[in-house]
């Protein structure tokens, strides 16, 4: 019945791309909170896009001239504010969907506590 409501729902649309499946979410057991994980799974938080929104921001580009969301961030932009290039390279050629099933991509997620504004 739950899934049935997931599925349905107009909301968490985002999080629902990411984490279609509500008993295969429960399993994850190393699928810890914390704020890297929760903006990056919202797309909420400091990101431009969400901060351009409520006209917060006046662009939500990255500095690299994308559009700047949780997937740029963390799987293409070359540096991350507390992530080493090590953690960071353990995410190298995987998608959002492969990192939050596997514990030791989550590192990266444990170590990034979110975007930090210009």
């Not at 899934?3 to 909301?11: G, I, N, P, T, Y």
């Not at 921001?57 to 080493?84: K, N, Q």
Request: proline share 8%; with cysteine; hydrophobic share 30%.
């Amino acid at each position: 019945m739950q899934q049935e409501r997931w599925d349905r729902s107009v909301k968490g649309r985002r999080p629902y791309c990411l984490l279609t499946n509500i008993r295969e979410t429960l399993t994850i057991q190393h699928l810890q909170p914390s704020r890297g994980l929760i903006h990056c799974l919202v797309g909420h938080g400091t990101y431009p896009p969400y901060l351009r929104e409520r006209d917060l921001a006046r662009t939500d580009l990255c500095d690299c001239g994308v559009v700047e969301t949780p997937d740029h961030v963390l799987l293409e932009y070359p540096t991350l504010p507390g992530v080493s290039d090590d953690e960071r390279n353990v995410l190298s050629g995987v998608d959002l969907q492969q990192a939050l099933r596997l514990k030791e991509h989550l590192v990266v997620f444990n170590s990034y506590q979110g975007h930090q504004p210009p």
